[in-house]
């Protein structure tokens, strides 16, 4: 039987006082969940670059990291926070792609 899966009641271990071990019998039940990284800040951050359709989504993918976090889906939630990132992190150098464009422009123009 493998480590993970709960033991039938007759073949746990015994203590001295007649209680059972437990020890073997959490499961998946006692494991704690990973910790959530559903960058959250970072897409919030991405909201002021002037990329705005990418940055919206990276927010979305955010938010449904949480969500799926919260229902108990670990593998979904942590798929959503890595579209999350890739989605801000490029929201980000679009953002200073455009701004640099426009000082870039605005600056080197001669008006006579």
């Known amino acids: 039987m493998s480590p993970g899966l709960p033991r039938p009641e007759e073949k746990a271990k015994d203590s001295i006082d007649g209680s059972v071990d437990q020890s073997l019998e959490r499961g998946i039940d006692g494991e704690t969940p990973p910790p959530l990284r559903n960058y959250i800040f970072l897409t919030i951050f991405t909201c002021f670059c002037p990329a705005w ?37 490029a929201s980000f150098i679009i953002g200073i792609l455009i701004i640099m464009t426009f000082c870039i422009v605005h600056f080197t123009t001669h008006t006579i």
């Open 53 to 89: 359709p990418i940055n919206i989504v990276a927010l979305v993918f955010s938010m449904m990291s949480q969500s799926s976090y919260d229902n108990g889906d670990y593998d979904g939630a942590h798929r959503l926070g890595r579209k999350a990132l890739h989605m801000g992190i």
